[in-house]
């Protein structure tokens, strides 16, 4: 006899997050996490070292000054928001909070991992939505859809694919979902996107009472190693977390770098167009090199490679590993023959271009 977990964790696939080393002596060029090149905004930095004097006081429990910038800066209500140390916390509470064991919720075929984790964790059946060419499928979730459906998951723009549904589609999942069912939108790209047809849900999370958007400061704003993410969401179902989140969940470098940051509306113009240049231009480079490029719309590609020997998938991670540029292996997302590669600074994009070129030429 040992001590045994509750039913569904042990059927968990532990999350594998992006490498970070580089061989001895090779620069070391991280595009496997979709972080952001230009780091955070300088006043965010010092903001988070500001917040170093007063390590023995708790932080403020409501996270106040983080949820009135947010609230500004997005024209909300501060008792629409929630915050998180990343919006994993916030992906996982909504889980805890809605979801009994035997409940069911759905994720796209190739949408986020800590989706499927979440759930499971919960002894709940992660019930998934095969995609059309590696975009969610609304009709596909519908059809999956029972009277124990409590969430619906969709990242748009979704991770590892980088697609993205127009909002008419959002809405048209919305309309046909039971009361009963929240969709989850996690927006942790919005912020990249730059399509007339994309929205990230503000209006729809307004107009509804079972529609939530979950948003990161880990990508664009660059603040992933501090942990803060937050939630627009009715505050029926905001009051609802927040009495399950633990009392201190957001630090306090976290608080005042988070505030600062999103108050920075031009550092974060500037990494958008950093992004949107050099994402047009790493996907036409690889695409000449003839390899297939999922369309993306945010800071980071699906690379797929041919099925030939020597120049698959794992080929290609081993050869570009060796020469500094880590990129993300994605197999645990159904892309057995694909990397995901994030948009990196011009220094990296232009080496993990060349680096390519060198492999698909048979390494010389
Ligand atoms: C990176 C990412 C997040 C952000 O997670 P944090 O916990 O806020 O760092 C959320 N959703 C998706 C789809 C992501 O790719």
């Given at each position: 006899m040992r001590p045994e977990p509750i039913p569904g964790i042990l059927d968990i696939e532990p999350y594998v997050p992006g490498k970070s080393k580089a061989p001895a002596g090779v620069k070391l060029h991280k595009l496997s996490s979709n972080e952001t090149p230009l780091g955070a905004s300088p006043r965010a930095i010092e903001a988070a070292r500001a917040a170093l004097t007063g390590l023995e006081v708790y932080p403020d429990g409501q996270a106040s000054a983080l949820k009135s910038a947010i609230a500004e800066v997005h024209g909300l209500r501060t008792e629409n928001i929630l915050c998180g140390n990343g919006s994993d916390e916030l992906l996982g509470l909504l889980c805890q909070c809605y979801l009994a064991p035997g409940d069911e919720a759905i994720h796209s075929e190739?949408?986020?991992?800590v989706y499927n984790i979440q759930i499971k964790a919960r002894g709940a059946v992660a019930v998934i939505a095969p995609e059309t060419n590696a975009t969610a499928n609304v009709d596909a979730i519908l059809q999956r859809?029972?009277?124990?459906?409590?969430l619906v998951f969709l990242a748009n723009p979704n991770n590892p694919t980088g697609t993205y549904l127009p909002f008419d589609e959002i809405r048209r999942l919305h309309a046909a979902l039971p009361n009963h069912t929240i969709l989850v939108l996690?927006?942790?790209?919005?912020?990249?996107v730059r399509k007339n047809?994309?929205?990230?849900g503000l209006e729809l999370v307004s107009e509804t009472q079972n529609v939530v958007m979950t948003r990161t400061f880990s990508k664009i704003y660059g603040l992933a190693a501090l942990r803060v993410g937050w939630m627009y969401g009715p505050e029926a179902i905001v009051s609802v977390l927040d009495r399950v989140r633990g009392p201190f969940n957001l630090n306090a470098a976290a608080i005042a770098a988070g505030a600062a940051a999103i108050k920075d509306r031009a550092f974060v113009e500037k990494a958008a167009d950093h992004n949107a240049e050099w994402l047009a231009w790493t996907t036409g480079q690889l695409e000449a090199l003839g390899l297939t490029v999922t369309p993306s719309v945010g800071n980071f590609i699906l690379v797929h490679f041919p099925d030939a020997p020597g120049r698959r998938a794992a080929d290609a991670d081993a050869f570009l590993t060796e020469r500094g540029f880590i990129l993300r292996r994605v197999t645990g997302y159904g892309f057995p023959n694909a990397l995901r590669m994030s948009i990196g600074s011009e220094e990296a994009n232009r080496g993990a271009v060349d680096a390519l070129t060198a492999f698909l030429d048979g390494g010389r």
């Open positions: 190739h949408g986020f991992l859809v029972s009277h124990k459906t409590r996690d927006a942790a790209y919005a912020e990249y047809d994309y929205a990230a």
